[in-house]
């Protein structure tokens, strides 16, 4: 099983008051901050969330200034893989 840890991500915009509604219903976790222009979610390099936020915005002529991915730590990729495997059993 090949480690595929999510990542937090922030992503910093010009606006986003036109696309809020589209985010929230494509990520109902996404974390939104007007005053500051960031957003910011959690999700791997392989599930295509980064990509659907980014066409949300395009899709909105929302410019992107910067994008960080945080990776998560050891702690957070502990709890995420011992909980999966109490579910499998």
Do not use: C
Request: overall charge negative; aromatic content about 6%; glycine content about 4%.
């Amino acid at each position: 099983q090949q480690l595929q840890p999510q990542r937090q991500y922030l992503v910093k915009v010009s606006a986003m008051e036109r696309a809020k509604t589209d985010l929230q219903r494509l990520l109902p976790t996404i974390e939104l901050d007007n005053e500051r222009g960031e957003l910011s979610f959690w999700g791997s390099e392989e599930d295509g969330v980064l990509t659907a936020v980014l066409d949300i915005l395009r899709a909105h002529n929302i410019a992107v200034q910067a994008i960080t991915a945080t990776p998560p730590s050891l702690e957070d990729v502990f709890a995420h893989y011992t909980q999966k495997r109490m579910q499998d059993e």
